[in-house]
């Protein structure tokens, strides 16, 4: 079972994002900012990082660029999970090191298509329509 840290500060989008990943049979990992992040994904070597990119103290650009910069965490794929949507934020979220981008809101079949595809397995389905 795959392994996925979240990196979020907003509480009620951390308790979505971990029932939904828990309910297509991920494992879960979650850090309040980007230094707790950074720290767990070191210790831990999780399979994929959601990364919110609005986060107090460092944000999740500079984190993810830290991330790639690290060559015990370079080859984990981050995918920008942000409320940034207009035109231009998903070419800026990439270019800053990011391998994929989900918008929030969220939409759960697309969420999970997202992940799944980042690595390399059919997108599962929520235990529990939401």
Do not use: W
């Not at 080859?75 to 270019?95: F, S």
């Amino acid at each position: 079972m795959p392994t996925i840290l979240i990196v979020e500060d907003h509480a009620d989008n951390m308790v979505l994002t971990v029932l939904l990943l828990q309910s297509a049979g991920y494992a879960v990992l979650s850090a309040s900012d980007a230094e707790a992040g950074l720290t767990m994904a070191r210790a831990e070597r999780p399979d994929l990082i959601l990364m919110d990119i609005h986060l107090p103290g460092m944000d999740g650009l500079e984190a993810t660029a830290l991330l790639k910069r690290d060559a015990a965490t370079s080859a984990i794929p981050v995918i920008a999970l942000t409320a940034l949507a207009m035109k231009g934020d998903e070419e800026r979220i990439r270019a800053a090191g990011c391998d994929g981008y989900i918008a929030k809101p969220i939409r759960i079949h697309q969420f999970l298509a997202t992940i799944a595809a980042q690595l390399g397995e059919p997108a599962p389905e929520p235990a529990n329509e939401m």
